[in-house]
């Protein structure tokens, strides 16, 4: 199954990238339209995708020096690693892990508590942990997801995604009440503070 979340924001112009083969399976080589697009574009892309076609499309562009590509072609590559708390920590943790070890690339850590905190049963904070440490000069920065009002907050960024409507739009729709844009403009305000703080 394909993810195509992204492209069904309208206002964000995506391109999707049909990877998926009649008899449901990867085709890695369908992946060359995306680097071929990258490389005829100007500024930045976003390549988004599920955890369904994360092994490939790494698999793809290590295999394919892809890294290397694009950086002699003058484009500096973020990978933007998710870690999860509550009972997605080990296996998303690990999935940090494996990036790191698998390219050289910039990593931007997004610490997710939506499931709960970043730390083990006995209370051992991730960012203190052996896997964070020893990849920890290939972070360029941390973005907390933070744990919020699942009634409030919770429910307005929901609203908000199924919607498939970004900041801007949120803000000049009259689907949302002045709390439920406020309470989105908080969340996005802190988000771009500390995205600002990251050493691109």
């Known amino acids: 199954q394909e993810n ?3 492209s069904r924001y309208k206002a964000m112009n995506v391109m999707h990238v049909p990877v998926m083969t009649d008899s449901r399976t990867i085709d890695p080589k369908r992946f060359d339209t995306l680097m071929m697009d990258i490389l005829d574009s100007d500024g930045n892309c976003v390549i988004d995708n599920g955890a369904n076609t994360f092994s490939p499309l790494m698999a793809y562009l290590i295999e394919n020096h892809c890294f290397e590509l694009l950086a002699d072609s003058g484009r500096t590559v973020y990978i933007h690693s998710i870690v999860g ?3 997605t920590l080990h296996d998303t943790a ?3 892990v494996s990036t790191a070890l698998s390219t ?3 990593i931007v850590l997004w ?3 939506y499931f709960g905190l970043l730390q083990t049963p006995s209370g051992k904070q991730f960012v ?3 896997s964070y440490h020893d990849h920890v000069d290939r972070v360029k920065g941390r973005i907390k997801l933070a744990q919020r009002n699942s009634d409030t907050f919770g429910a ?3 609203k908000m995604n199924t919607a498939r409507m ?3 739009e949120v803000m000049q729709s009259d689907k949302f009440n002045v709390m439920e844009k406020q309470r989105i403009k908080v969340v996005y305000r802190e988000l771009f503070e500390q995205l600002d703080q990251v050493n691109w």
Request: charged share 30%.
């Open 166 to 168: 970004t900041l801007d």
């Open 4 to 6: 195509t979340t992204f």
């Open 128 to 130: 203190d942990s052996q």
């Open 104 to 106: 050289p690339a910039p």
């Open 111 to 113: 610490e997710n508590e």
């Open 156 to 158: 307005d960024i929901k």
């Open 94 to 96: 690990s999935g940090f």
């Open 85 to 87: 708390g509550g009972d």
